[in-house]
């Protein structure tokens, strides 16, 4: 496989950083971004520093990425962050806080991707959702519901992409060991897994797992779906 150009929202940690650790393994040039700095050093690899709910920070990634690659071949919008409390105690500027994050920040990436995805031979747009939307969890109405949005702006995407050659899919991952869950008992996440039909938390690797399937240049007809790990029972 040729190599690709690859942006990863929320790469300094967790997820983000294994998705850019594989890519890069994989012989890819990886742009990634997030609010902290990176450890990840690689010829290959570009960190870009920056809140990604900010536009003209936004703006200003992707007038500077076109000056430096042409094309644009792969977007995955991983950032995201979680609020785990009942409706009734969650403020509002924290529930701002998690729909610009989760949503609009996915929104904008992929707006202000799409003329550099049209340019690829085969443009792939990831965007990662949770099992907390098809659970529907107490406690986590703020979070489900950005992820949710998150969702039905993938399968729409998907519609209005497809004359350019671009799909646009989700992953929705299980409880997986990151500084997302970190704050979440332990307690309500093993209850979450035992609903699953596979009883175990996910690793990094199983999302990468199916963020690779969608990338795949076979995958062109693969378009709008929604994938969960672990099978919900």
């Known amino acids: 496989m040729a190599s690709r150009t690859v942006l990863v929202t929320g790469a300094t940690r967790g997820l983000g950083r294994a998705l850019v650790e594989h890519y890069l393994a994989n012989g890819d040039r990886v742009i990634g971004c997030g609010r902290g ?9 570009v960190h870009c520093r920056l809140d990604v ?3 003209a920070a936004v703006s200003t990634l992707f007038a500077d990425l076109k ?7 792969v977007l995955i919008n991983n950032a995201g962050v979680a609020s785990m409390n009942a409706i009734a105690l969650t403020p509002i500027d924290v529930a701002r806080r998690v729909v610009e994050t989760n949503f609009l920040s996915a929104f904008n990436f992929t707006r202000s991707a799409l003329r ?13 959702s949770t099992v907390a939307v098809p659970l529907r969890l107490e406690g986590e109405a703020v979070y489900a519901a950005s992820k949710s ?10 519609h209005e992409f497809a004359p350019f050659n671009v799909t646009c899919n989700a992953v929705g991952p299980s409880p997986v060991e990151t500084a997302l869950t970190a704050g ?20 990094p690797d199983d999302v990468v797992n199916v963020v690779d399937f969608f990338l795949r240049p076979e995958s062109g007809m693969v378009t709008g ?6 099978g919900i029972s």
């Open 37 to 45: 700095e990176s450890t990840v050093t690689h010829d290959c690899y």
């Open 53 to 55: 709910t900010d536009e």
């Open 67 to 73: 000056k430096r690659v042409k094309t644009l071949d």
């Open 116 to 128: 550099m995805l049209r340019a690829s031979p085969a443009g792939r747009v990831v965007n990662v």
């Open 149 to 158: 949005a998150l969702e039905t702006f993938t399968r729409i995407a998907a």
């Open 184 to 203: 979440v008992p332990r307690g309500k996440l093993d209850a979450l897994v035992s609903r699953q039909a596979v009883r175990r938390w996910a690793r």
């Open 225 to 230: 779906q929604v994938i969960y790990l672990g």
